[in-house]
């Protein structure tokens, strides 16, 4: 009875192990190939460098040091640089107003974001999840 029992335990845990082995090499994948999906375009975008599965996450620390942290970083990369949060798109961190400025005005650049899809069925395409329809009407509020 022993004997029969000690191989089913090591195949069990052989099956264990190669299931982890397996999640972390698909979490690896996927994580490179978002990684490279966006560095395509970004690549002279200056930034930290990133680590996988959790990008720059661990870098920025706590709450209360993210704006030292950023504010480091651009000293280092200068005032337009990308960081990595785990699996998400690359976040683009712009501290010059004129850029910023000229970004948020331009109704070709600046889409919504997907997440505003899910709005329209409540709110309708209105001032919030409209693309470009009242920017007339924001500059005219300026």
Do not use: C
Not at 42 to 67: E, S
Not at 118 to 141: D, N, P, V
């Amino acid at each position: 009875y022993r004997e029969t029992k000690l191989p089913l335990v090591l195949l069990h845990l052989a099956m264990i192990t190669l299931f982890i082995i397996s999640v972390f090499v698909i979490l690896l994948t996927t994580w490179l190939l978002q990684y490279y999906k966006y560095e395509k375009y970004w690549k002279k975008i200056k930034g930290p460098r990133p680590w996988p599965f959790v990008g720059n996450a661990l870098q920025l620390g706590t709450t209360t040091d993210v704006l030292p942290t950023l504010l480091d970083n651009q000293k280092k990369y200068g005032e337009l640089f990308k960081i990595y949060l785990g699996f998400a798109p690359p976040l683009l961190v712009i501290s010059n107003p004129q850029f910023l400025e000229f970004l948020l005005g331009s109704t070709k650049i600046l889409e919504k974001a997907s997440n505003y899809r899910f709005l329209h069925r409540w709110l309708g395409k209105g001032l919030l999840t409209s693309e470009s329809k009242y920017s007339i009407l924001l500059q005219l509020a300026d």
